[in-house]
């Protein structure tokens, strides 16, 4: 389970001298001490399907170079449930499987010879540093692959209103000057360029955003209950996307103490 040590055993090397930040900087630690073909990243709140692994490598022997599984929502706090719809709607074990142009990376199985030519994860965003780090390697000529039955329950812990209004809004001013340096992978909205105007439409663009999460999963009543608080993280994206377009992404000291009044244990939250 999440936060569980790991049993002691000759072939785990636990790396326990990560540097503090962003989870980023532990994606490339691990990289950087992975031998094997294949690399695996889970994420610590993610709990794996026992038949994940066996899908992910049939993927692989099919020629896929990255896979991501599909993301399955927990019963569990309101908070949390809100946080699973708002940020893996696209990701959702409903969603149907295929190819993808960016994968996320709290369930990932991808060759190491891929993750070595893309290079390692930026380590300067705060928020949607996998979202870049795979549009690169599709970039490169790298396939990648969603498979929705390779599922990962997903439960994150201590979520709270201020973690998903700055989490977002963070996710708007990283993202939008992604999509815009990969808008030939990536569908890049030319309204983006006018922050101003996004400002005063954000309410209108969060409607819009939150139908279509309502859309992918109609039959769902979890979603439904969750779905003011998705219309507020399409908002607050969109107040983001206005202000890093016009000042630049968000850096890592803004994301901990600018963006939303935070505890301490919230600090160092930037899970994606």
């Not at 706090?77 to 994968?103: D, H, I, K, Q």
């Not at 991808?110 to 993750?115: E, G, I, K, N, T």
């Not at 939008?176 to 922050?195: G, V």
């Not at 309502?214 to 607050?236: E, F, H, I, Q, Y």
């Amino acid at each position: 389970m999440p936060g569980a040590p790991l049993p002691a055993h000759a072939a785990v090397r636990v790396l326990d001298d990560l540097p503090p930040g962003p989870a980023c900087r532990a994606y490339n630690a691990g990289l950087a001490a992975a031998i094997g073909d294949t690399v695996v990243i889970l994420d610590g709140d993610c709990m794996l399907a026992p038949d994940w692994l066996s899908r992910t490598q049939r993927r692989h022997e099919e020629g896929w170079d990255a896979v991501a599984g599909g993301v399955d929502v927990p019963p569990g706090a309101y908070w949390a449930t809100a946080y699973n719809y708002s940020g893996f709607s696209e990701w959702l074990s409903s969603r149907p499987s295929g190819p993808r142009a960016a994968l996320p990376t709290m369930n990932l199985s991808l060759r190491r010879s891929v993750a070595q030519t893309a290079g390692p994860v930026r380590e300067d965003l705060p928020r949607v540093y996998d979202f870049e780090w795979t549009l690169r390697m599709t970039r490169g000529g790298a396939r990648l692959f969603f498979d929705a039955e390779a599922r990962a329950s997903h439960a994150p812990p201590g979520v709270t209103p201020g973690l998903l209004w700055r989490t977002w809004y963070a996710n708007g001013s990283c993202s939008q000057a992604i999509r815009r340096e990969y808008r030939e992978l990536i569908y890049y909205p030319r309204l983006f360029d006018h922050p101003g105007l996004v400002r005063l439409l954000a309410p209108a663009i969060a409607t819009a955003s939150t139908a279509r999460v309502l859309g992918r999963d109609p039959g769902a009543p979890r979603l439904w209950s969750v779905a003011p608080m998705v219309w507020l993280t399409r908002l607050a994206w969109c107040l983001g996307a206005s202000d890093g377009r016009r000042r630049g992404p968000m850096t890592i000291a803004d994301y901990r103490y600018r963006v939303w009044p935070t505890k301490p244990d919230e600090a160092d939250d930037t899970s994606t």
